[in-house]
């Protein structure tokens, strides 16, 4: 079946470390490929996509994410994380082959910041 | 200005009662959505609108009913309020969801309903 697994439900980093949050696929081609971010109370906000070209990505408040083929993921990063980075973020794939877009979003993965 | 709107933002209500939720874009957007998300932050699609047009209808009860009198506005009306209607809802835009073009969604706020 085709789905969309974030296997950390739950990661906490010192501020100032890096940051990498895992995001796999399971679809028959290449979806695009989406992080949100949901600051608590809050709608979810577009951090970065990927659709074609460039597998290295680049976001808003500095993050990144890689797109492995051969892995089937899209892991977001950012070099060095800050208090405000708090948040819930998911990954989301659209198979798009035709027709119209439907955006499957996974299960998120909280992250906790420490002083 | 506010490119997604939701009301109300807190509805708290008795099963078996009928509510309604707001939602309206001002970004000329064609396509609206409306997810649901769960106590555990899963976020599932349950309706999206093209144009005033229903596209997407992913198995919802028939008790709740959306309707898009634009295409800036795609209301939710719920009958028979359930327990397990207590979530989250998240209204939501994009451009075109028939362009394949990976189109940014932009949620409103959310509506948090508590059915009691």
């Known amino acids: 079946a085709q789905s969309v697994t974030q296997p950390d439900i739950h990661i906490t980093v010192s501020e100032g470390a890096s940051l990498e949050l895992r995001c796999n696929y399971s679809?028959?081609?290449?979806?695009?490929l989406f992080w949100y971010v949901q600051s608590p109370g809050q709608g979810l906000q577009l951090l970065l996509k990927?659709?074609?070209?460039?597998?290295l990505v680049q976001g808003i408040k500095g993050f990144e994410a890689e797109f492995k083929r051969s892995q089937s993921s899209f892991n977001l990063r950012k070099p060095s994380v800050h208090w405000s980075d708090a948040a819930e973020y998911f990954c989301?794939?659209?198979?798009?082959?035709?027709?119209?877009?439907?955006?499957?979003f996974g299960t998120g993965t909280k992250l906790q910041v420490i002083p | 200005d506010t490119a997604v709107s939701q009301t109300p933002k807190y509805l708290v209500t008795q099963m078996g009662n009928d509510k309604s939720i707001k939602c309206e874009q001002n970004?000329?957007?064609?396509?609206m959505y409306w997810y649901k998300q769960d106590s555990k932050k899963f976020l599932k699609i349950m309706f999206s609108?093209?144009?005033?047009?229903?596209?997407i209808n992913e198995t919802v009860p028939n008790r709740f009913s959306p309707k898009s009198p634009d295409k800036a506005h795609l209301n939710l009306h719920i009958n028979s309020l359930e327990l397990g209607d207590s979530a989250v809802y998240f209204c939501?835009?994009?451009?075109?969801?028939?362009?394949?073009?990976?189109?940014?969604?932009?949620f409103g706020p959310g509506t948090r309903l508590l059915v009691l």
């Open positions: 939501a835009s994009s451009q075109d969801l028939r362009t394949g073009a990976a189109e940014t969604q932009y």
């Open positions: 679809y028959g081609a290449t979806p695009y």
């Open positions: 990927y659709f074609s070209g460039d597998t």
């Open positions: 989301a794939v659209d198979p798009y082959s035709g027709g119209y877009q439907k955006v499957t």
């Open positions: 970004l000329g957007h064609d396509t």
């Open positions: 609108y093209n144009n005033k047009e229903l596209i």
